[in-house]
């Protein structure tokens, strides 16, 4: 006899857990700079159609995919299209270990900032020894202190005490992670709108508001602008990697899924939003220009932002402190849930207990997140990414990001819209819904989101030559930008293909 599936004890307890899985880097680093550099207000347009035509319906879907099934990702798609759906599931969950190993080895830098805010990160008066930052802001405290820590091997502790703290929280599954969010999520609430009104108290701040939210028009007919904006809301919303499915399993089959996914994409998106203004406002105030890539935003733009905050150092290592710890914070009760959505295939798929399946993928994965903290100085001029860890980082991030979310979103819609049938799906979901979905969802299922996101993978590869990263100065490793794309597309799929021939037990 197996054990009945455990159970969220509460639906609070799964609205906090899933939003806390959407509320994380997406929100804080990746969207405010893919704002940024998607224009601002012209950012707008992409990102609404991106929430409300493909985001939430797919959401939809894979909470719905979790609660009727009662199965994690790969289980729930067998289900669904047999091998040909398990294979995909698979695909979906050997991309979130390659996001997870990246996205601690993210965090753990955080954790560096957050100590380096009683130390050497706000010492005033140091000026960039390196060309290509050393222009606009005389302080460069922050670029350096950042780029001595990513060279050091510091981070890899960091990566370690990340891993024990994720393997901690899953160790009873919904049981701990609900304790846990049930602490993290109200805290980040709270920080983030401390830092809003700090923000916009600031002089200028509001014109950095502004910005964000002046819908603009230009950039609208460029493709880059539209994959942005899905990848974007994918990322954000948690979605592509099973995460929402394993999270949804836990739930009641009659659970009110339209309802879920409305709640969880309007908290996640009002996150994001507080945290473009907390951002803009700070960056306008003091001029500052977040050029570069996405991490130099939130790495050494924003600290000196925050240097700027006082002229009392206390104040401004409390807030760097406190900025920092927000971004740990977020980042944690997201990484449970990616880590959570292998644990929880392992187990349906092989019956085996929740430790052992956590340990399978623990002790591989922090070797995976060593990597991407190298500290090996490849590019001594640091005009691409400097060192080792990062520049695999960079790489891996653009393929993973940008396509395997969209592609596993696609096949999924698909096998839902086509396989399954949009319409018994719609039916299923209103079944125990408040507000009735109307055929619209049918539409947008079966037609709308498969072209869209066909369309935006298409363009996005047409547009990929030259290969990411090929720019890069790092002699003895551009080989690097040709290896990582193949390295992730033959691992996954070998993976996926192994898994999905290997026989499921029944306990
Ligand atoms: N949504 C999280 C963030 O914004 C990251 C994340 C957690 C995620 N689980 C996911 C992204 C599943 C994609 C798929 O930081």
Not at 387 to 399: A, E, K, S, Y
Request: aromatic share 16%; hydrophobic share 55%.
């Amino acid at each position: 006899m197996s054990a009945p599936r455990e159970n969220w004890k509460s639906k609070l307890g799964f609205v906090l857990a899933a939003s806390g899985s959407a509320i994380g880097l997406g929100n804080i680093v990746f969207f405010s700079s893919n704002a940024y550099q998607y224009g601002g207000g012209a950012f707008y347009l992409p990102y609404f159609v991106a929430l409300f035509v493909i985001g939430m319906p797919v959401m939809m879907v894979e909470f719905g995919l979790g609660s009727l099934t009662q199965q994690s990702f790969p289980m729930a798609l067998r289900r669904l299209a047999g091998k040909r759906g398990e294979f995909v599931g698979w695909f979906s969950i050997a991309s979130a270990l390659f996001i997870t190993m990246y996205y601690i080895a993210i965090l753990g830098w955080g954790v560096g900032m957050m100590i380096g805010a009683f130390g050497s990160l706000f010492e005033p008066g140091v000026s960039a020894p390196f060309a290509p930052f050393s222009e606009p802001t005389a302080d460069a405290s922050a670029m350096v202190y950042f780029f001595d820590l990513i060279s050091t091997w510091n981070p890899l502790l960091y990566i370690v005490l990340l891993w024990m703290v994720n393997i901690y929280i899953l160790r009873q599954g919904t049981h701990t992670i609900e304790k846990a969010v049930r602490v993290f999520v109200p805290v980040m609430w709270i920080f983030m709108i401390l830092l809003v009104i700090r923000g916009l108290t600031l002089p200028g701040g509001f014109d950095g508001m502004m910005f964000l939210f002046t819908p603009a028009l230009e950039g609208i007919a460029e493709p880059t602008v539209w994959k942005g904006a899905f990848s974007q809301m994918f990322f954000s919303l948690s979605l592509g990697l099973g995460t929402m499915t394993a999270y949804a399993s836990y739930l009641p089959k009659d659970a009110d899924q339209v309802n879920n996914s409305m709640l969880v994409s309007f908290l996640n998106c009002s996150f994001e939003f507080l945290a473009g203004v907390a951002i803009f406002s700070l960056l306008f105030a003091f001029a500052l220009n977040p050029a570069g890539s996405t991490l130099s935003l939130s790495f050494f733009v924003i600290p000196q932002g925050i240097n700027e905050l006082s002229n009392t150092p206390w104040i401004v290592r409390l807030f760097g402190f406190g900025f920092y710890l927000l971004v740990v914070l977020a980042g944690i009760t997201s990484s449970i849930s990616l880590i959570e959505s292998p644990a929880s295939a392992l187990m349906d798929k092989f019956k085996i207990r929740r430790s052992k399946a956590l340990m399978y993928i623990a002790i591989p994965c922090i070797l995976g997140s060593f990597l991407f903290a190298l500290p090996q100085i490849i590019d001594s001029g640091l005009t691409g990414n400097g060192t080792l860890g990062l520049t695999l980082l960079d790489i891996t991030d653009h393929w993973v990001f940008n396509y395997s979310l969209l592609t596993v979103g696609l096949l999924e819609v698909i096998m839902m819209g086509w396989v399954f049938g949009a319409e018994r799906l719609r039916q299923s979901l209103n079944a125990n819904a408040k507000l009735k979905l109307g055929r619209w969802f049918t539409l947008l299922i079966k037609f709308v989101i498969p072209s869209l996101l066909l369309l935006v993978i298409i363009l996005s590869l047409i547009e990929e030559w030259p290969l990411y990263g090929s720019n890069y100065d790092m002699p003895g490793y551009s080989w690097l930008t040709v290896f990582i794309p193949i390295f992730w597309i033959v691992t996954t799929s070998v993976f996926a293909f192994y898994l999905s021939n290997r026989k499921p037990k029944t306990a």
